[in-house]
């Protein structure tokens, strides 16, 4: 097993430590800081999500992933930055207003920059307008709205009314989700896409960017 499969089962075995030091080696031996991410880090952190899509893994299993895949980030992040490499997009996401749930908002932060987008994570309580501006601000690809009360899905509704008011739309991709959503609902408001669970929303991201 080359030093990339092994940083990867090292990732889906949830062992931080262990895949901490294989990135660490992998910088020492030469390799690039987009090679180790691409090849070793988002193909395990990509198993993962298909064995989670698979009910082969539960949120657990995916949480300690990530914390592996955390460790990791920090040795890369700084030679990422130094190096010029751009991630594949921003994802700007939050769970909607009025909603305080956030579990499967942070389960799908963590599938979406496992495939190697930026997150900017806005917690809970989301309004519009702060979807809007943040998509402005710091020039997001995709907007993620979660909600898991049927009471605050309205709010997914006005969020896409007003990035259509602030003339975003087709430029800012909005993706839905949440336990009591469905693709039915987010045809009827408009959004660009609709994901199922945490894995499904990341294969969405990246068919809409085309990644």
């Known amino acids: 097993m080359d030093l990339l499969q092994e ?5 889906i075995n949830g062992n931080a430590p262990k895949t901490k030091e294989l990135t660490q080696k992998a910088v020492e031996a030469g390799m690039a800081p987009d090679k180790i991410l691409n090849e070793g880090l988002i193909v395990g952190m990509n198993e993962v999500g298909r064995r989670f899509k698979n009910n082969e893994f539960y949120v657990p299993e995916v949480l300690i992933a990530a914390r592996a895949m955390h460790a990791a980030m920090d040795v890369l ?3 990422l930055a130094t190096s010029d490499v751009q991630p594949a997009g921003r ?3 939050g769970t909607v207003k009025g909603d305080l749930h956030d579990i499967g908002k942070n389960l799908v932060s963590i599938m979406i920059e496992g495939a190697g987008f930026e997150i900017i994570d806005l917690g809970v309580d989301v309004s519009p ?4 501006k943040t998509a402005q601000e710091k020039g997001a690809d995709v907007i993620g709205l979660s909600a898991l009360l049927t009471t605050t899905m309205p709010s997914m509704k006005t969020t896409i009314e007003a990035v259509q008011e602030a003339g975003l739309k087709g430029k800012v991709k909005v993706i ?15 959004a ?5 669970d945490a894995a499904a ?3 969405l991201v990246k068919k809409l960017l085309n990644v």
């Open 201 to 203: 929303a990341a294969n």
């Open 176 to 190: 839905i989700g949440g336990a009591p959503v469905t693709q039915k609902y987010a045809d009827e408001i408009g």
């Open 129 to 132: 307008e702060n979807f809007v």
């Open 77 to 79: 992040k700084p030679l």
């Open 7 to 11: 940083l990867s089962q090292a990732l």
């Open 192 to 196: 660009d896409g609709y994901g199922r």
């Open 91 to 93: 994802v700007a996401i």
